[in-house]
């Protein structure tokens, strides 16, 4: 499995909703090279979410456009692939059927459809689980399955809504290092949404931090760590405090004794 | 690791043939005790002078007039009669049931506006309807299956909407992601999500329409299980009677297993059916 990955470009991108005065963003703009993980940071309701919607397909934006290697997004597709913060597995399919519905949505042979299910499995490492019950697996193996059911669509983009916030932390450690270590490996994009600034230490190669009403872009920092990363490790953690400093500067924040939302996990 | 795989859909391998033979022992314990107390009441029949002319309502003679009637063909032509009514009459209620469940657990609206209207006619007893049937329909057969889909599409709607209501949405979102066309999106998610509940539903369904086939084929019509019994009634014939009440309640318990199986097959639920 190798996949090349994807340019995003965002251009002048706005949602409103008719029911509020102020767009949710306002004209966003954001290029994100081939094979960079992109980290979005910002508080509950500041439209990342919605952003990474209108990157998959799933929502329009009210202006605006994505590009996607030249190409305008205008539905999802298989080549740019969401997973959510629930794994959504389907209860009556075991986990290869899982891992394959989107191939069988494509109408693939039987044949590929097994040998790339077979490497996708073997990538989030469940071979041992390939004929289980989802329903009998853990939280992150139920995530992983998530994870190789994105993955089996080989897409150029792996776009990521909080994906591990309902798992512990240690669970959460391993996937978020996995899923860094498999997109170097195969070479795609990932875009994730995260209000965890460890998170976006560990996982990204950039972090860009929306806040603000409108939402906007209002800094961004490059996270220029050598890979494979470790919470424990001093410049981790320089750059954790670092982008830390940013965002509170960014989130315009004036109340110390409230603790942000999930950044202290 | 310490993990007990499990197939999806069998849910318990190894100890499903230990538990089939334990529903077996228990069936066929039931069923002797209530052979038992038959054969005891056909005997104080029997020995009762003034009963006596009831006697062959007892087990034996019922079981003896089953080779007669199957060789005279009775058994099977009842049967098939009633069996076109009630596949006929279920399967309307399950053509206008289903979807219209459908409508009821995704549609807001139409839910609120045709809950209080089915609600309304679903407590309308189907006998009720009979002498409106036989205006309407130009055929007894008609009028019988009629009842039939009136009797049962309410389980089939009501279950199939039940169903609906509990279907993560987030799983139509996923499928959306991955590249589902709306067809795969009702044969591969919803289909599949809801069948456990359809067919309890249609379980259901054809409880209440093997009820009401009998005492609507006890009017008019000249064929089927309940034409059968009053014949044999009128022909003084108790016997036949019983062994046509025998044949009624085998054919139900068979039909229903069906649909246990269909609905355990098609279970996907932790810690239910």
């Known amino acids: 499995m190798s996949i090349r990955g994807t340019e995003i470009k965002i251009e002048g991108l706005s949602q409103r909703y008719p029911s509020r005065k102020v767009p949710t963003f306002n004209r966003v703009d954001l290029i994100s090279p081939p094979g960079e993980a992109l980290a979005i940071i910002g508080r509950s309701g500041c439209g990342k979410s919605t952003l990474l919607h209108i990157l998959a397909g799933l929502t329009k934006g009210t202006e605006g456009r994505v590009l996607l290697n030249g190409t305008e997004v205008t539905g999802p597709s298989p080549r740019w692939v969401m997973m959510f913060q629930a794994p959504h597995l389907y209860p009556w399919m075991t986990v290869t059927e899982n891992v394959g519905v989107g191939l069988t949505f494509a109408r693939w042979g039987k044949k590929e459809i097994a040998e790339r299910v077979t490497e996708a499995i073997r990538l989030v490492e469940l071979q041992d689980f390939a004929q289980a019950n989802v329903q009998d697996l853990s939280g992150g193996q139920q995530q992983r399955v998530a994870l190789a059911r994105s993955l089996v669509m080989e897409p150029e983009l792996l776009l990521l809504d909080e994906p591990f916030s309902a798992l512990d932390a240690f669970t959460r450690a391993a996937l978020q290092k996995d899923v860094r270590a498999i997109s170097k490996r195969l070479g795609f994009n990932i875009v994730i949404v995260t209000h965890d600034i460890d998170e976006a230490v560990i996982m990204a190669d950039r972090a860009v931090i929306m806040a603000g009403s409108p939402g906007d872009i209002v800094h961004e920092l490059d996270v220029d760590l050598p890979d494979p990363r470790d919470r424990t490790d001093p410049e981790v953690q320089k750059l954790r405090a670092r982008l830390m400093a940013t965002f509170q500067e960014a989130a315009n924040y004036k109340k110390p004794e409230v603790s942000l939302a999930g950044a202290g996990r | ?273």
């Open chain 2, 1 to 273: 690791m310490n993990f007990a795989a499990t197939p999806a859909r069998q849910g318990g391998f190894l100890n499903l043939g230990q538990i089939a033979l334990q529903r077996l022992t228990w069936a066929a314990g039931g069923l002797s005790i209530l052979a038992v107390v038959w054969l005891i009441a056909g005997h104080l029949l029997t020995s009762n002078p003034k009963l006596a002319s009831y006697s062959t309502f007892g087990l034996i003679p019922t079981l003896q007039a089953f080779p007669d009637m199957w060789e005279a063909g009775k058994i099977q032509n009842a049967s098939m009669a009633s069996g076109y009514r009630l596949g006929a009459g279920l399967l309307i209620a399950i053509l206008i049931g289903a979807p219209l469940g459908v409508l009821v657990g995704r549609i807001k609206w139409f839910a609120a506006y045709s809950n209080s209207p089915f609600q309304f006619i679903r407590m309308i007893s189907p006998l009720a309807w009979m002498p409106i049937a036989v205006l309407v329909f130009a055929t007894w057969n008609g009028s019988i299956i009629f009842l039939i889909a009136i009797a049962s599409v309410w389980p089939v709607l009501f279950a199939t909407a039940a169903g609906l209501a509990k279907v993560d949405p987030a799983w139509f979102k996923v499928a959306r992601n991955l590249g589902a066309h709306p067809l795969q999106m009702l044969t591969r998610i919803i289909m599949p999500a809801i069948a456990f509940d359809v067919f309890s539903g249609i379980r259901l369904a054809l409880g209440v329409a093997w009820i009401v086939l009998v005492p609507a084929e006890y009017l008019g019509v000249t064929s089927g299980l309940g034409y059968a019994i009053e014949d044999s009634r009128e022909t003084l014939t108790y016997n036949h009677l019983t062994a046509l009440v025998l044949t009624i309640g085998v054919i139900g318990y068979v039909l229903d297993s069906i649909l246990v199986l269909l609905i355990k097959h098609f279970s996907w639920h932790r810690g239910g059916a």
